[in-house]
């Protein structure tokens, strides 16, 4: 089993936030700007922190998507403190898993190969040269693609167009002339009174406050981010007291560089004089939670920063007071309110917090909350908050990053960062981290070498995750290791795993015998350790590899089994994947009504999770039901479903590649009825479609089903469709070979497919089949 991403959501192709506020001015720039990208590949936009970079590039991006079908993506990067995971992290607003082993810029290249399509990469001034080299790559690789960039200093490469953005437009010194409906009309002011009505609904710029207002977008330099936070103080202060308070701040500044630009000094003044607004506890409590990545919710603020001038129960009322100071920004989450610092803000706090002698602590407590925060979650995996752990390591992975990097940063915390990347596992194949996790476990590895039982659990973690992307080698080297420190160690529970993941290296082989094997031990050794999660896995797998020998009875029975413990823990998603496993089998028993419900209940579950892989392998099966009920057109469609769904997931039925002949099986039977042209209209017809309706008509109900009937209603019972063409085929003489080709099966699925047909007629020889097939057919 492999990937699923913890959402209900769809792979997005306009990933963009909505516009909470209003877009003020910069009309010349947005046209300039389009201009730009219709000539140029690579566009930036450059200019002082807080001038508005982002905020126009997502207008521009939310303006042109219209030109850009293939998706226009927004690409986070203030957060990314790590260069090495610049490409994987945008290979993750993309939505890309990749189950190859390769980088996640090769992904993203192949991806996007042909598609028009936008990415915004905001923030790229703390990784110039990073973001410089990767944005130069992608452009030469994928012909089609526009980035838009924001920094405050330029890529620096050939292919670049930058436009400097300045500051808003401010009025004229002289007001005399200059009415207050006039005033507005200027982009600072209008901003100001646009963020000033906000918070106080009656504001309106006056003939008698006027001058102030023109004088406070003066003094801040016209600069959308500290217009922004000085109108929030209105809450509190006359338009005149605020221009009173910022021109003492302002005074301070004398004593500051003489070699900074004015408006960067302003800015500074500006968080500055918030900063001392605030009470000495919500100054602590903003300095603590700088520690944060990518946002924070109240347990977590709770956990970390209290203490130490701080009670926890004061933490939610400091909160409420950042937040309605702007410093804290609230953002609504399902069934949980999150908060989040804009970054300028952020780095100030943290600078506090470095002056203060106090970032080693906070760093720490940051860490021992998500360590212990991992093993909540790998605890509770298998169970009914599954889902919900899923979505929210998926929030939180920007802060498990951060606390990854601290126990790989700091001597003597290695031993903490493998266990905890190890506890991860199921985050990292539930999304678009599957690298990434590999690199943590592989970095930790080199880090840990003696042969511990925190090693052992690596290995095996580790192989598991090359097994996904289909790099057998480096996973058998590790089970090598993983079972030699098993046996030194006499641990029974690290032997049932690599018995396990051995099995699915046989079966990548083609040795389902030895893989049959190893998955009997793996779900024996867990049966005997109690442990429900390695029993359902090894079940799973134990059902697919009888499936293919041919042994369906033995497979129905491993997925029952597996289902029960499932059940028995109401677990959803191996659950979704058993289902899957005993829909194979029982659509080779010809049960096709029944495997198309259980693979359909399968489906539903995959989509909730927005698991591609396992709705790839939904619609697999899905195709050649249709296919052996001679339904060709649904069959075409599905194929063509399975196009797209295959391309987005990196690599067709990754991880069940022995499926493969099934999926020829479905493509030459469909294009042999329906003919070339009509194959291919039907194919394009279903990989046109978009994911939400794909799935859907995938989940249509399908035409009623005869129930089986025996020989004299015109039935070979008690064979499936399927043997019934093999042993018709066994009649005629045709050899094992010759039965493959007239199928388009591999020679051992048909060699198997007959194994199977006498163990259930109880015959010893083809002969009997012969026998057996003439009497059954005969006219009464």
């Known amino acids: 089993m492999t990937a699923v991403l913890p959402r209900a959501s769809k792979r997005r192709l306009n990933v963009l936030p909505a516009e909470l506020t209003s877009f003020v001015g910069r009309r010349h720039e947005l046209a300039e700007v389009k201009r730009l990208l219709a000539a140029s590949r690579l566009v930036t936009l450059t200019g002082v922190g807080g001038v508005g970079k982002t905020r126009l590039a997502l207008r521009v991006a939310a303006e042109v998507r219209r030109i850009f079908p293939d998706g226009v993506w927004l690409v986070e990067l203030a957060e990314l403190e790590n260069p090495k995971l610049l490409a994987q992290t945008v290979a993750e607003a993309l939505e ?9 810029l090769e992904a993203l290249a192949d991806y996007l190969n042909d598609r028009h399509a936008l990415i915004v990469l905001d923030n790229c001034e703390h990784l110039l040269i990073q973001c410089a080299m990767f944005a130069d790559e992608l452009v030469h690789a994928v012909p089609h693609l526009r980035i838009l960039a924001t920094s405050r200093q ?21 007001l005399s002339l200059v009415s207050a409906e006039s005033l507005v009309e200027c982009d600072a002011v209008r901003l100001f009174t646009d963020r000033a009505v906000a918070v106080v609904p009656d504001f309106a710029v006056t003939d008698a406050n006027r001058e102030a207002v023109a004088a406070i977008c003066h003094r801040l330099d016209g600069i959308p981010l500290a217009i922004e936070l000085a109108a929030v103080r209105l809450r509190a202060l006359s338009v005149e007291q605020l221009l009173r308070r ?25 968080i500055d004089w918030s900063y001392e607004l605030c009470t000495e506890r919500e100054r602590l409590l903003w300095q603590r939670v700088s ?102 390591l998926q929030r939180e992975h920007a802060n498990l990053r951060t606390a990854l990097e601290y126990c790989f940063g700091e001597p003597g915390e290695a031993d903490a960062g493998l266990t905890m990347a190890v506890d991860l596992r199921y985050h990292w194949i539930t999304g678009f981290y599957l690298g990434e996790g590999r690199r943590w476990i592989d970095h930790g590895l080199t880090l840990e070498t003696e042969p511990t039982e925190v090693r052992g659990r690596a290995l095996w973690a580790g192989a598991w995750l090359s097994l996904i992307q289909a790099d057998c080698g480096k996973a058998a080297v590790m089970l090598d290791e993983g079972g030699a420190i098993a046996d030194r160690l006499g641990n029974d529970a690290m032997r049932a795993y690599v018995a396990l993941y051995s099995g699915m290296i046989a079966m990548c082989r083609g040795d389902p015998d030895s893989a049959t094997r190893l998955y009997r031990e793996a779900a024996h050794g867990h049966r005997v350790n109690g442990d429900p999660v390695g029993l359902a896995l090894a079940l799973i797998r134990l059902s697919l590899a009888y499936s293919y020998q041919g042994e369906v009875a033995e497979a129905i029975a491993a997925a029952e089994e597996s289902l029960a413990v499932c059940e028995a823990y109401g677990e959803g998603w191996h659950q979704a994947y058993t289902k899957m496993a005993l829909g194979i089998g029982l659509w080779q ?109 995938a989940l249509q109900d399908e035409a009623p089903h005869a129930a089986p009937r025996d020989a004299s209603a015109g039935r070979l019972a008690p064979l499936t469709r399927r043997e019934t063409e093999i042993a018709t085929l066994v ?45 059954r057919t005969r006219p009464t």
Not at 344 to 362: C, H, N
Not at 743 to 771: D, M, Y
Request: glycine fraction near 8%; aromatic fraction near 8%; hydrophobic fraction near 40%.
């Open 731 to 775: 009649a005629q003489g045709l050899s094992n070979r010759d039965i493959a080709a007239e199928l388009v099966i591999s020679q051992r699925t048909a060699e198997g497919h007959i194994e199977h047909i006498l163990n259930k007629l109880g015959f010893n020889s083809r002969t009997q089949i012969a026998a057996w097939l003439s009497e």
């Open 291 to 392: 520690v944060f990545a990518g946002g924070l919710d109240l347990d977590a603020a709770e956990n970390v920063c209290a203490g130490d001038g701080i009670a926890v129960q004061s933490v939610l009322d400091l909160v409420t007071g950042l937040v309605e100071k702007s410093v804290l920004a609230r953002e609504d989450q399902p069934g949980a309110v999150r908060y989040r610092l804009l970054e300028t803000i952020r780095q100030y706090g943290k600078e506090r917090l470095a002056a203060s002698g106090q970032e080693a602590v906070m760093q720490r407590r940051h860490r021992d909350y998500y360590r212990r925060l991992a093993a909540e979650a790998h605890a509770e995996l298998f169970g009914p908050k599954q889902v919900a752990w899923f979505s929210r």
């Open 246 to 270: 910022l021109e003492d701040r302002f005074r301070l500044l004398t004593a500051g560089s003489r070699a900074a630009l004015p408006r960067q000094r302003t800015l500074r003044a500006l």
């Open 96 to 104: 890309i898993r990749d189950y190859y082993s390769r980088s996640p």
């Open 154 to 174: 330029a890529l620096g490469i050939s292919s670049e167009q930058t436009l400097s953005l300045a500051p808003l437009s401010l009025p004229t010194q002289d």
């Open 589 to 697: 028993l010809g049960d096709s009504a029944r495997a198309a419900e259980l693979e359909k209940a399968s489906l539903r579950f995959n989509r909730s999770l927005d698991d591609p892989l396992g709705a790839g392998v939904n619609l697999e099966v899905l195709a050649w039901i249709a296919a052996c009920d001679k339904r060709y057109e649904r069959a075409a469609r599905l194929l063509g479903i399975l196009e797209t769904v295959w391309r987005a997931v990196g690599a067709p039925l990754s991880g069940f590649g022995h499926l493969i002949c099934y999926h020829k099986e479905c493509e030459s039977r469909t294009l042999e009825a329906l003919g070339e042209q009509a194959f291919q209209a039907a194919v394009k017809r279903g990989a046109r479609l978009p994911y939400d309706d794909a799935v859907a008509y």
